[in-house]
DNA sequence: TCTTTTGACCTTCTTTGACTATTATAGCAC
DNA sequence: GTGCTATAATAGTCAAAGAAGGTCAAAAGA
């Protein structure tokens, strides 16, 4: 049988056909393929993950939704993916800071937004011991730096 | 999907537009939106409130109101230390995205800037127990705000 | 063994309604 | 006219219900 997974994946391919993202309610689709909610989640974790070129972003509450952005350039794709695998769990300042760099460098980020990358995984941002400091600085980091592409990707939407 | 209180917030700003204040009736406006008038106060407390750079003011009674005010804007300088103030030793996640949404309406950071700051106070960043987060959020974001400050300040200089 | 599926429980955001508080005004006593 | 009082017209508060989505581990399949 063709799995669960797989036809809910090729259902959502389908839906975003050339569209750069959509937006789903994750009810509805679990109603529609008559399976539990996190069964979504599950395919989204498992096939529209960021080594699959894919960010995800949702909100719950009423008027809940799942937004899925799909990467366009083949190149960034793999760049972020090749960058949070560097990141990985723990990264130091010196690290974080090179990789802003290039960054910069590849004109990917403006001056200000380096800078501002540069703050949040500062030192002296992280008040906690030296090695939990780096676990920490990794995670807020992989969060911009997954931001940085969204930046990237996405037409210009008017919320913030 | 349109969220009713997010179309009652998109409705205030329009009927501000450009002004500094406006003054309107709770009831009308629930009526319009054919909401309960408690509504509207939601509206107010989570998209007006003093973080997001407003100020309600009102008076029940036979001719009563509720006027919202756009906060003026102060010195730069002044302003960066109340934030600072506000920020404090420990901050929610609504809270500091209020104040990012502050910044962005003034105008004083990108869109691209202000989601990174989001990004970088993301609950999902920090993997912590809550009242740690509210800790570690407020030493990253007093570090970026700073950041902010500092970018408008300085000229551009080009280093990195 | 590895992947998929499910379900119980959690967190967040929104909407509503019952109850409370305040203010202006009309009517009345003087 | 003045001062009180009742009433109507407002707005505020708070808790509960409703409407999403998230997480994690155990069960089920391949």
């Known amino acids: ?14 839906l ?11 009810n509805e689709l679990a109603q529609h393929f008559g399976c539990a909610p996190s069964q979504i989640n599950y395919v989204l974790a498992t096939r529209f993950s960021v080594d699959h070129g894919y960010i995800i972003e949702s909100r719950r509450g009423g008027g809940g939704y799942v937004r899925i952005v799909r990467m366009q350039n083949r190149g960034e794709k ?18 974080a800071n ?10 990917m980020v403006t001056r200000n937004e380096a ?6 995984v500062a030192r002296n941002a992280l008040a906690l011991p030296v090695s939990a400091k780096d676990v920490l600085r990794a995670a807020v980091f992989r969060n911009m730096l997954i931001q940085v592409f969204r930046n990237i990707e996405e037409g210009k939407r008017d919320d913030v």
Chains 1, 2 share one sequence.
């Open 1 to 14: 049988m063709a799995q669960l997974s797989d036809s809910i994946e090729q259902f959502i391919k389908e």
């Open 16 to 26: 975003m056909s050339d569209d750069a993202h959509i937006e789903l309610r994750r």
């Open 78 to 95: 793999n760049f972020l993916e090749t960058l949070l695998e560097r990141v990985g769990t723990s990264i130091d300042e010196d690290t």
């Open 98 to 107: 090179a990789i802003i760099s290039n960054l910069y460098e590849r004109k």
């Open 115 to 120: 800078l501002l990358l540069k703050a949040g």
